[in-house]
């Protein structure tokens, strides 16, 4: 079965960069839409960033340039690298593979921005 893990989250200070991973087994990232959801307490799950299986990636309106999606074929990985972090980026960072309504997704990793 498809499986995602992801990494890289953590605390760091409002300005600070972190690069989250999402290691993919039982499919190919290239083959799929893969995309980067958060959820805040108390807040709804969002859409961050999605990287299409034609490679094309499309980014929610608010990053304003901050975050990049990216993926590694050798390694059936997704990236999100985000820099300028603000606190109101602090949520459980969540992969998805296929879409939120029937795909799968990981157990997501905590990111803080925090001084």
């Known amino acids: 079965q498809v499986q995602l893990v992801e990494s890289g989250g953590g605390l760091v200070q409002p300005g600070g960069s972190l690069r989250l991973s999402c290691a993919v087994s039982g499919s190919t990232v290239s083959d799929n839409d893969m995309s980067w959801y958060r959820q805040a307490p108390g807040k709804q799950r969002e859409l961050v960033a999605i990287?299409?299986?034609?490679?094309?990636?499309t980014y929610a309106g608010f990053l304003k340039g901050r975050f990049t999606i990216s993926r590694d074929g050798a390694k059936n990985t997704v990236h999100l690298q985000m820099n300028s972090l603000k606190p109101e980026d602090t949520a459980v960072y969540y992969c998805?593979?296929?879409?939120?309504?029937?795909?799968?997704w990981g157990q997501g990793t905590q990111v803080t921005v925090s001084s």
């Open positions: 990287i299409r299986s034609s490679g094309v990636p």
């Open positions: 998805n593979l296929g879409g939120p309504v029937s795909g799968s």
